[in-house]
């Protein structure tokens, strides 16, 4: 059974996640020191570190388009495709050093070294089902957009397990939107290779496109309206090119 397979590359993605952990002191010191750069200093070398070890270690190729529409400024949201569970290591590889947070599903937060870590690096969970607290924690995802750091959304809420994209979720938008951030389209090719394709770990080439970066302040209802559809096609056309 593909699950029992998947096993070992649990545990060997565990046991890179529990490395973190030396490198959790330098993360924690900043942040109880209040200094906000160099908190997203250390995380963005460590987390480049943790990813690029992991890639080797499962045989990825990560290829990288568009590097410069990388904003200088935090405080960024990259809106991104979702194939498969390699689209973080890709997406972390890509930004070479940068820090980055990620938006996941409440569930994940229950799994050992995993949710730790991901809290760890400023990213949120997101509660299913659970209008009210799906709300508090966007609020406290655009407070830390605000503060500078940077997040990473997934709008179709799932893998696609596959090269097809999935449908947005609207509501996804409201990350940038209400803190007045710059979006970061990124189109990830290839991802669902690695683990989702056959049901176990497997060598694959993961493609990477960061497109222009969207201003968001300052925009009517019907210029937001109109992001949330432009941003999807714009993945989608990158895809088309990357595939």
Known sequence: MAILRNIPTLFKVLGSISKLDSASKGILEAREAGDPVEERRVIGEDIKIWANNVAEDFDMTIEVEGRENIPEQDGCVYI????????????IVALDGRQIGFIAKDSLEKIPYLGKW?????????????TREALKSMKE????????????IFPEGTRSRGPKMGKFKAGSFKLATKAKAPIVPVSISGSYKCFEEKGYAQPATIKVMFHSPIETKDLSRQEIMEIEKSVPSTIQNGLSMLQ
């Open 141 to 152: 995802g655009i407070d830390l957009v605000k503060a500078g750091y940077n997040l990473a």
């Open 80 to 91: 991104a495709n979702h194939q498969g569970y390699a689209d973080i290591i890709a997406l």
């Open 118 to 130: 991901i809290k760890l690096i400023r990213g949120l969970f997101i509660k299913r089902g659970d």
